[in-house]
């Protein structure tokens, strides 16, 4: 949880300064939803996390975790893709490979929350479409660049 803190906290935070210094816009959000119900009750026994509204820190540990996601899913790739002989040179990124690995295993919740799950904590759907449009946006952009 800590990683999800960090990650979202610091660079919503820089976001929302540069924005606000910047006078272009003044966010508002909400963090959690504040209602109790009885689903909610025994998501939170089961320790499920609950994702429930639609908030733009939501918005952004989605396309962190997408980005990460893709960015495994294309190493992994790239791996199976070439030869032996070519291979020892991504061999040679293996710390690299094993860290995004654990960052996807990380994001498992998230997830979860933004593809399998039915109830209604689960991630906004529209959420999880600007999610993955912007993940697979900064992906282009850098194959691209």
């Known amino acids: 949880m800590w990683l999800y803190r960090r ?47 639609e908030s733009p820190m939501f918005l952004l540990l989605g396309t962190l975790g997408m980005l990460n996601l893709f960015c495994f899913a294309a190493a992994v790739m790239r791996l199976m893709m070439t030869t032996s002989r070519e291979a020892g040179g991504d061999l040679t990124m293996g710390l690299q490979f094993v860290i995004t690995g654990l960052l996807v295993v990380l994001n498992w919740p998230l997830y979860q929350g933004m593809l399998l799950r039915k109830d209604k904590g689960k991630m ?14 900064a992906c282009t952009f850098i194959v691209f660049l």
Do not use: N, Q, W
């Open 124 to 137: 906004p759907v529209m959420v999880t479409v600007k999610s993955v449009v912007l993940a697979l946006s």
């Open 7 to 53: 990650t979202s906290s610091f660079l919503f935070g820089f976001t929302d300064t540069i924005l606000k210094k910047l006078g272009v816009s003044e966010s508002a959000f909400v963090i959690t939803a504040k209602v109790a119900e009885e689903e909610a009750a025994e998501r939170y026994e089961k320790e499920v996390m609950e994702f429930g509204v």
